[in-house]
């Protein structure tokens, strides 16, 4: 079993709808981040969450620590959300990234 | 304001030919560095991280090395490649004040054939 798992592993919106990605990890973290993937390959940090509750436009991202799980919620998504998007975890005493298997998210207009 | 370069962008091998990857950052100095490599359709996994000049940690055994011969440089390298050698390779710094965030080059797509 990974120590990081996300679901769904693949997901396909309609343009406007709501969307939660989902992580659950089984170690103890110093933080967990979100990642995005464009298709080109670059990756970009969208969120890095010790506890509680962040939003940037119209991405929000909660984690909860005692469950071991955290979301990425995007509201009214657009086309050009469509991407990978990654959760890692910093376990707890490292600077190390461990990474889940990803979310392909393709929004269609 | 800290930048990390990769090159090349993209590189066709074919089997049992050396390879040498350069990643470099700047703007910090003493970065923890980092190797990644994304096989297609699959996760990020880390192949090597390096915390000084000449320290390197390797968390898979594999075909590939890397060495830090300066403070802000990082290369990946092996002198024969394989087919599975195929893949996404990313670059990753950390340190100072982001010492709990990784910052991502832009990568290098390699193909072996």
């Known amino acids: 079993k990974n120590e990081v798992e996300q679901s769904p592993q693949n997901l396909t919106a309609q343009e406007g709808e709501f969307i939660t990605i989902n992580c659950s990890y089984s170690?103890?973290?110093?933080?967990l981040h979100w990642l995005q993937q464009h298709p080109g390959g670059g990756i970009v940090s969208l969120f890095m969450l010790s506890s509680g509750k962040k939003k940037h436009g119209r991405l929000i991202a909660t984690i909860n620590i005692q469950e071991k799980h955290s979301s990425l919620h995007i509201t009214a998504s657009h086309p050009r959300d469509s991407a990978v998007y990654i959760c890692a975890v910093s376990p707890s005493g490292t600077y190390k990234y461990i990474f889940g298997t990803g979310t392909r998210l393709k929004v269609l207009a | 304001s800290q930048t990390i370069h990769q090159w090349p962008a993209t590189l066709v091998q074919p089997v049992g030919s050396p390879l040498s990857l350069e990643c470099t950052v700047e703007g910090t100095s003493n970065p923890n560095l980092y190797w990644y490599r994304q096989a297609a359709g699959r996760g990020l996994q880390l192949l090597f991280y390096s915390v000084g000049i000449g320290q390197i940690s390797s968390e898979v055994p594999q075909n590939l090395s890397a060495s830090r011969p300066q403070d802000r440089q990082f290369i990946l390298s092996s002198k024969k490649l394989l087919l599975s050698d195929s893949g996404f390779y990313l670059c990753?710094?950390?340190?100072?004040?982001?010492?709990?965030?990784?910052?991502f080059g832009p990568g290098t797509r390699l193909t072996v054939l």
């Open positions: 990753a710094w950390n340190g100072g004040a982001t010492y709990n965030e990784q910052f």
């Open positions: 170690v103890g973290i110093s933080a």
